[in-house]
């Protein structure tokens, strides 16, 4: 493809607070958080770079890591490198910032004196992600005259040659180039070399796509690896972004359209056996076939990438969305990354119960992009621009803005999803007029809002900003009230019987460890009757069936579901009761 032509760059509608001002406050998700950052701290470094120091020939302590990484650790570093920098810029945590340097340094040592670092453009566009997150994110010094050097290499080493994906092929030759022009680009952004640019131009993927140019119904779209197709969009956002042009915004609408309308679970999750899917039923009929239903870690990565890009440069709410939804359904609902690189690797949605269980391989791409995600909890939840805060997700915790007379900041406190409130106060130094918005999510009805106790917005637009403009105090307390009811969500067109229940942005998966009957599901009439609000754990559901059995067998939300431990999300209404006896 010849080099794209230069144009005015497009301009950011919203911002992400970029790693910085955010702060997680004390739920589930700032746990998770702390775990994989305390996992991650505790993985020996020399462990790390063995298989790099034994390739060049220098004393190599410690032992390779194993499973996927058992030669050297390139399924991980660069995405380690990325995580660790973006932990720092989000919490000043300068022992994360430590490993990162001290791990970059001993790396260096290790390429030779050409920029040759021995990897393929698989690692590779993983460390260009790495060296330029350090530079931009951790103040590495290093990082920047590292990734010069090696980007002289790899532009004289990889070759010209792109082998697209096939339905016999997993993720075309070589794997995943399509992702490549994405970090690139933002290499190109720090150097400004134009050789860089022309290097990533080289890396587009027109023909698929240009599937998407026209319309959110393509032909002969499907049949191509799911996770890497859906992040190969975020290198599409960044073509956008440098030209302008709006060919590309278009692509990236409808190919999110595409995905949301024929591709997704009710979880956000999508890609059954890692493939988009013909539109033909075939995602239904999947979940009676194997447990690998949905790249979760690397796939929640992708969607968090693309729905940011989106909402940034659009400034709509609705691709907030599928970021919810992966939020608490996918990274949210992982098993977390423990002891040896046990990680979380497919989620299981099968219609005849599934199970949380570890990839049997240690350290698969999945070990990457984990970090990536947890670190991405800090640029998820707020946006900004000159006159206006936005609330994306609704999650504990705090955020400092520079509002238009100085700093502001918003605490939110929360039990969403469970509860349907979420509290925000704000604290300034002086009187300031701004606007807050919230995001509308697209199922919700009857949102309302208070400031001080006195309502101002009620039942806004689904799918939108609910917007309130006034002069802002200190000390001002405002309430959202998201109403949250169960619903039934089909799992695609052609099987509008085979459903998951759902509660606000959470899909709820009924135990299947209890020796008892397994019921048939109601009428969606009758589905608030049948599912009873537990005492004592809000989110979750006892089941009261209509002949007055008393079931003991509950309804929760799919994050609360730990290691091997039965459940099923998807249910035939047509199915009768299952007996146990």
């Not at 800090?378 to 609704?394: D, E, K």
Request: proline fraction near 8%.
């Amino acid at each position: 493809m010849p080099p794209l032509a230069a144009g005015p760059a497009a301009r950011e509608v919203v911002e992400p607070f970029d790693y910085r001002g955010v702060r997680l406050l004390e739920s589930r998700w700032s746990a998770q958080f702390r775990e994989a950052r305390d996992y991650y701290l505790s993985v020996p470094d020399d462990d790390i770079l063995h298989g790099y120091r034994k390739a060049a020939g220098l004393p190599a302590p410690g032992a390779p890591l194993g499973g996927w990484c058992r030669h050297n650790s390139d399924t991980v570093f660069g995405q380690w490198l990325s995580g660790m920098a973006r932990i720092y810029r989000a919490t000043g945590d300068e022992a994360m910032r430590d490993k990162a340097s001290r791990l970059l340094a001993e790396w260096a040592k290790t390429i030779g004196p050409d920029g040759d670092c021995r990897m393929g453009l698989y690692a590779y566009d993983k460390v260009v992600c790495g060296l330029v997150d350090l530079h931009s994110y951790a103040d590495e010094p290093s990082a920047l005259p590292l990734l010069k050097r090696t980007l002289e290499w790899s532009m004289r080493t990889f070759s010209k040659e792109r082998t697209p994906e096939t339905p016999e092929s997993t993720s075309g030759k070589p794997g995943e180039w399509y992702t490549f022009a994405e970090n690139l680009y933002r290499a190109y952004e720090l150097i400004g070399d134009e050789r860089v640019k022309e290097f990533a131009d080289s890396y587009l993927h027109p023909g698929y796509w240009n599937k998407f140019a026209r319309s959110p119904e393509p032909e002969n779209a499907h049949h191509v690896h799911a996770y890497s197709h859906v992040n190969t969009f975020s290198s599409v956002a960044m073509v956008y972004k440098m030209t302008g042009d709006t060919t590309y915004l278009d692509i990236m609408r409808n190919f999110h359209d595409y995905m949301q309308a024929t591709q997704c679970y009710a979880t956000g999750g999508f890609g059954p056996m890692e493939r988009i899917v013909p539109p033909d039923g075939t995602l239904g009929r999947s979940l009676e076939a194997r447990n690998a239903s949905f790249e979760t870690v690397c796939g929640s990565w992708a969607v968090f990438k693309l729905g940011r890009y989106l909402t940034s440069f659009t400034g709509e709410s609705r691709y907030g969305d599928w970021i919810e939804k992966l939020f608490y359904n996918g990274i949210g609902a992982s098993l977390p990354i423990t002891a040896g690189g046990k990680t979380f690797y497919y989620s299981d949605y099968r219609v005849a119960g599934g199970l949380k269980v570890y990839k049997v391989s240690r350290y698969p791409c999945c070990a990457g992009t984990y970090i990536q995600c947890v670190a991405d909890y800090h640029n998820l939840i707020y946006y900004r621009a000159p006159f206006s805060l936005y609330i994306n997700l609704y999650v504990p915790s705090e955020v400092r803005w520079q509002g238009p007379s100085g700093e502001v900041t918003l605490t939110q406190a929360t039990n969403y999803p469970e509860e349907e409130t979420s509290a925000l106060s704000l604290t300034m130094q002086q009187p300031s007029r701004f606007s807050l918005k919230f995001r509308v999510p697209g199922w919700a009805e009857n949102i309302s809002a208070t400031v001080n106790g006195a309502e101002v917005v009620s039942a806004p637009k689904s799918g939108a900003w609910a917007e309130i403009d006034r002069v802002w105090q200190s000390g001002d307390k405002i309430e959202i009230r998201i109403p949250m009811k169960p619903r039934m969500e089909p799992v695609d067109s052609r099987h509008p019987r085979r459903v998951a229940i759902v509660r606000g942005p959470v899909t709820l998966a009924m135990d299947d460890w209890v020796f008892e009957e397994i019921p048939q599901l109601p009428a969606l009439a009758d589905l608030e009757r049948w599912l009873v609000p537990d005492r004592d754990q809000p989110g979750v559901f006892g089941i009261a069936p209509r002949d007055g059995r008393q079931l003991q067998a509950k309804f929760r939300p799919f994050y609360m579901f730990g290691e091997v431990t039965p459940y099923r999300i998807y249910h035939d209404l047509d199915a009768p009761p299952i007996p146990v006896w």
